[in-house]
T-cell receptor, first 115, second 113 residues
C-alpha cells in the first residue's frame, strides 16, 4: 500500500484557465474527501464521496468546481475559469467506512497558484 | 454547524520539556470523534492521536496525550519530552457523523534546542 497519492504536486496557471487534479486513494478505502487549505489556515472541507456517489458538498464548492469519482476509485477535482482566490493547497484524504475511528489518510496535496 | 477553535497561533518549548496545545469545539451532536493532526513543513498531514467522545478515559500515544473535557468541550494535546522532530503545525479536528473533518486554524510549534 503506497498511501494516498495526488497529481500534480504543483500547478501554476493563469487566471481564467481550467485545471484538473487527480487523487488516488488507498485501494480498500471507499470514502474519499477533498479539502482546501489556504496559507496559515486549517483545511476546509469541500466534498466527499462514498464509492462513486458524491454525498456532500460544501458551500465553498462554487459552480466553477466539480468533482467526480467515476468508478469509485480515483477522483478528479476540476476548477473552471480559475481566479486568484483559488490559489491554495488542495488535499485529498481517504478512509474506510463504518463505526469506529475510520482514520482519514491524507495525500501530499496539490498546490495551486493562479497568476 | 461545528466549529473548532485553537487560540494559540504559535507555541514554543525547550527540547525535552512538556507543552500543552489548547483546543475547544462547539457541537450539538453527542457522538463524535476528535483528532490531533500534525503537518510538518512541506509535508503531509499525519494523525497524532484520536479520542472517541463517549469514552471518558483520555487517549495516550507514547509521548502524546490528551485532556478531554466533554462538558467544557475542550480537547488539549500534551506533548511530553519534546523532540526536534515534533516541530510542525498542529491541527485539532472534529469529525461529524458524515465523516468530514472540521479543523481549527492550527498552532505552530517550535522546539528550542
Amino acid at each position: 500500500d503506497t498511501g494516498v497519492s495526488q497529481d500534480p504536486r504543483h500547478k501554476i496557471t493563469k487566471r481564467g484557465q481550467n485545471v484538473t487534479f487527480r487523487c488516488d486513494p488507498i485501494s480498500e478505502h471507499n470514502r474519499l474527501y477533498w479539502y482546501r487549505q489556504t496559507l496559515g489556515q486549517g483545511p476546509e472541507f469541500l466534498t466527499y464521496f462514498q464509492n462513486e456517489a458524491q454525498l456532500e458538498k460544501s458551500r465553498l464548492l462554487s459552480d466553477r468546481f466539480s468533482a467526480e469519482r467515476p468508478k469509485g476509485s480515483f477522483s478528479t477535482l476540476e476548477i473552471q475559469r480559475t481566479e486568484q482566490g483559488d490559489s491554495a493547497m488542495y488535499l485529498c484524504a481517504s478512509s474506510a467506512q463504518g463505526r469506529g475511528f475510520n482514520e482519514q489518510y491524507f495525500g501530499p496535496g496539490t498546490r495551486l497558484t493562479v497568476t | 454547524a461545528q466549529t473548532v477553535t485553537q487560540s494559540q497561533p504559535e507555541m514554543s518549548v525547550q527540547e525535552a520539556e512538556t507543552v500543552t496545545l489548547s483546543c475547544t469545539y462547539d457541537t450539538s451532536e453527542s457522538d463524535y470523534y476528535l483528532f490531533w493532526y500534525k503537518q510538518p513543513p512541506s509535508r503531509q498531514m499525519i494523525l497524532v492521536i484520536r479520542q472517541e467522545a463517549y469514552k471518558q478515559q483520555n487517549a495516550t500515544e507514547n509521548r502524546f496525550s490528551v485532556n478531554f473535557q466533554k462538558a467544557a468541550k475542550s480537547f488539549s494535546l500534551k506533548i511530553s519530552d519534546s523532540q526536534l522532530g515534533d516541530a510542525a503545525m498542529y491541527f485539532c479536528a472534529y469529525r461529524s457523523a458524515s465523516g468530514k473533518l472540521t479543523f481549527g486554524t492550527g498552532t505552530r510549534l517550535t522546539i528550542i534546542p
